[in-house]
């Protein structure tokens, strides 16, 4: 998460042609696209197909986006946008409030809310638990920097201060631990690179 | 390399270095994985558990065949579209 603007550089080169700029942000940002659309939207294929569209009026859209704000609030606006859209094509809608969305207890998990596939929930269940597992594992100090950036949201620059070391040293335990979970997470996730990206 | 492709994903690189890495990072198939999974183990921190079936995937391929491109006049933001 952390700084503002840093996506910048990919949105400049998608603006610029290069599609994998762009690809670069899908597979960065659908997850977090997909759990807040999953506010708005109920069932895994409708989320998806949502998503979808969500990305799709992003990148037609990508000459206008300004810079004015940082790429992930644009394309959650969008997203809502989508989200909207689809609502009021559906016959039995009522939106409660200004496009409120409905409070859901099952809200999100992008292709796992469907209770009848449960090899998908079980998949997902998996991951997690190998990413759980490795991240106690983690040596401290590298566990507690990656927790500083994912999940409470600092900046590098500001982990660095938090925990007196070079920034340099920041990026580099960030990666570090990264890649430790990763490496375990393998041979829970298969050879399907294809796949992913 | 795979330091890189985590620089990337956190949008840590200099302007000028941000090219050279996405053209590493999409020329290697373990760089390319490596940048996806280092993406999903940050969602599965925030609490986003997922299954890892394709959805990237279906979304380039969904984009691709409704042959999106970028349109100077088109506006995301301007409601039903």
């Known amino acids: 998460m952390g700084e503002a603007n840093q996506d910048t550089e990919l949105v400049r080169l998608a603006q610029a042609g290069d599609e994998r700029a762009f690809e670069a942000l ?20 409708d989320v998806e197909d949502v998503v979808q569209e969500a990305f799709i009026r992003a990148y037609r859209g990508l000459a206008s986006f300004r810079g004015d704000s ?3 609030s644009w394309l959650y606006r969008i997203a809502t946008n989508a989200a909207l859209s689809f609502l009021k094509r559906q016959p039995d809608t009522v939106l409660l409030g200004d496009d409120a969305p ?14 009848e596939d449960p090899e998908r929930i079980l998949m997902a269940s998996q991951i997690a638990d190998a990413v759980q597992r490795a991240l106690a594992r983690l040596q ?30 920041v990026r580099t335990r960030i990666f570090r631990a990264r890649d430790f979970i990763a490496k375990r997470l393998d041979p829970v996730l298969g050879p399907q690179r294809d796949r992913r990206w | 390399m795979a330091l890189k492709a985590s620089l990337l ?7 000028g270095e941000t090219k050279a890495a996405l053209d ?50 088109y506006d995301p933001l301007a409601g039903d579209q």
């Open chain 1, 26 to 45: 899908v597979v960065k940002y659908q997850r977090r696209i997909a759990r807040h659309v999953a506010r708005y939207v109920r069932g895994a294929g």
């Open chain 1, 70 to 72: 940082a790429f992930y």
């Open chain 1, 102 to 115: 409905e409070e859901r207890a099952d809200a999100f998990e992008p292709g796992v809310s469907d209770a």
């Open chain 1, 140 to 169: 401290p100090e590298l566990a507690e920097a990656l927790t500083l950036y994912e999940v409470e949201g600092k900046p590098y620059a500001e982990i660095a201060g938090m925990l007196g070391i070079p920034i340099g040293t």
């Open chain 2, 9 to 15: 994903l956190d949008g840590q690189l200099a302007p």
């Open chain 2, 24 to 73: 590493e990072t999409t020329a290697d198939p373990v760089l390319r994985d490596r940048y996806t999974v280092y993406g999903l183990v940050g969602d599965v921190l925030r609490g986003n558990s997922t299954p890892d079936d394709g959805y990237t995937m279906r979304i380039l391929e969904r984009m691709r065949r409704e042959g999106a491109r970028i349109e100077p006049d």
